[in-house]
């Protein structure tokens, strides 16, 4: 198998010897053309060098003598580090077996492929918000604890569900008509046991979300139906800075804003005067996930009718102080927006069938750990579904 070297950066000369040389060739230039610099004037150019060198904390953006803007003494290059990476890849290769070296090394020898910018979903242009609570809408009148556990029980067919729905192409499973791009399982206040979840969902057509929802194994169990699911159309707010990672710096929380009455309001447009600060407020805050305005579910996207009703924000923070102070903060909150304010820490659920982490928790009747999330991963391929990236384009993000 060839091997791809690594090509070494080149490690300058001492920036002393360069520098004379660099004066000694000025001078016999200038020399030349009549003119002779005197040693103080040499001495004086390499100590104001000097000078600058020891008090920048990083090399000028390009050198002086090469036209350059790359300097290894400002390199994390570390050769010992780089041996032990190449030491621990042979490692990995010599404990493959025949199989996995040639699917290695025909890997390797690949030619490189021009990806193109991933296709639109079919069901793209239009995002949903669903909020399930359990206590809110289980019709049974069961407790906290009867709640957890039927949720736990719940849980891995409802991520095949939201998986079943995302994994589609043009002969299987071709009449999913909705996407789930998000599922967020909401946490207690004291981050210990899961309380309902939160549907990020996109489709052309509003009685598809509804369809789709009532068929939420969750939601089943809750007895409820799809008319007590809050649901609403999502102006998400699409801008960089508002796109941090999830646990970034702290923990993710999600802020749920509900708008008071129009006869609360009394009729003033606080949302619109307040929207350019609360906007710069996220953005100078640096937590933000993800952002935007929830408006009534109507029919049609651009309906004048689809009037906004609230916020949800998906922020981090270290602490549940920190995010009430986020949210009291608020300038819409502080101008008296808003009529209810919810603050939950959530946990992100895997539901793109390919991107799956590991989990190494569960043990299956003492026979070793089971990673579920591969597991119904492979399940489900042997079934049929498309759970490569290039089965599926667009829904790689």
């Avoid at 990672?245 to 999600?254: F, K, L, Q, S, T």
């Avoid at 819409?332 to 946990?347: C, D, F, I, P, T």
């Avoid at 750990?369 to 990236?389: A, C, F, I, T, W």
């Amino acid at each position: 198998m060839a091997s791809r070297k690594r090509s070494l950066p080149t490690r300058r000369p001492a920036v002393s010897a360069v520098f004379l040389a660099f004066v000694v060739f000025l001078s016999l230039t200038r020399i030349s053309n009549g003119f002779s610099p005197t040693l103080s004037t040499a001495r004086h150019a390499a100590s104001s060098y000097s000078s600058f060198a020891s008090k920048s904390k990083r090399p000028p953006q390009m050198s002086f003598y090469d036209m350059s803007d790359y300097s290894s003494s400002a390199s994390d290059f570390d050769e010992d580090a780089d041996d032990a990476v190449e030491q621990a890849k042979a490692a990995k290769y010599a404990s493959m077996t025949a199989a996995e070296r040639a699917d290695y090394e025909a890997a390797a020898d690949a030619e490189p492929k021009l990806e193109q910018p991933p296709p639109l979903s079919k069901n793209a242009g239009n995002a949903f918000v669903a909020m399930i609570f359990d206590k809110a809408m289980d019709v049974r009148g069961r407790d906290w604890e009867e709640l957890m556990e039927d949720r736990m029980d719940q849980t891995e067919d409802h991520v095949r569900w939201c998986r079943e729905a995302n994994l589609y192409n043009e002969t299987f499973n071709a009449d999913s008509n909705v996407d789930v791009l998000k599922n967020y399982q909401v946490l207690s206040s004291c981050a210990t046991r899961p309380i309902g979840h939160i549907l990020i969902l996109e489709s052309t057509d509003l009685a598809n979300i509804k369809s789709f929802l009532a068929t939420d194994p969750i939601v089943q169990s809750l007895g409820c139906t799809v008319d007590d699911i809050p649901l609403y159309r999502w102006r998400h707010i699409k801008d960089y800075t508002l796109r941090m990672d999830d646990g970034r710096e702290g923990y993710p929380n999600v802020l749920i804003q509900m708008d008071r009455s129009a006869e609360e309001l009394g009729g003033s447009d606080i949302r619109s005067t307040v929207e350019k600060a609360k906007l710069e407020y996220m953005i100078r805050s640096q937590r933000v996930i993800a952002a935007g305005p929830i408006h009534l579910p109507t029919e049609l996207k651009d309906d004048p009718s689809s009037l906004p009703v609230g916020d949800i924000v998906f922020f981090n923070a270290m602490d549940r102080d920190e995010a009430i102070q986020f949210a009291e903060n608020d300038p819409a909150s502080l101008a008296g927006l808003y009529g209810e304010m919810r603050v939950h820490k959530y946990n992100t659920v895997d539901v793109t069938g390919k991107f799956v982490s590991k989990n190494l928790h569960t043990l299956d009747d003492n026979s070793g750990s089971v990673n579920r999330n591969l597991h119904l991963k492979e399940q489900m391929r042997n079934e049929g579904y498309p759970v490569k990236d290039d089965e599926t384009p667009w829904f790689n993000y």
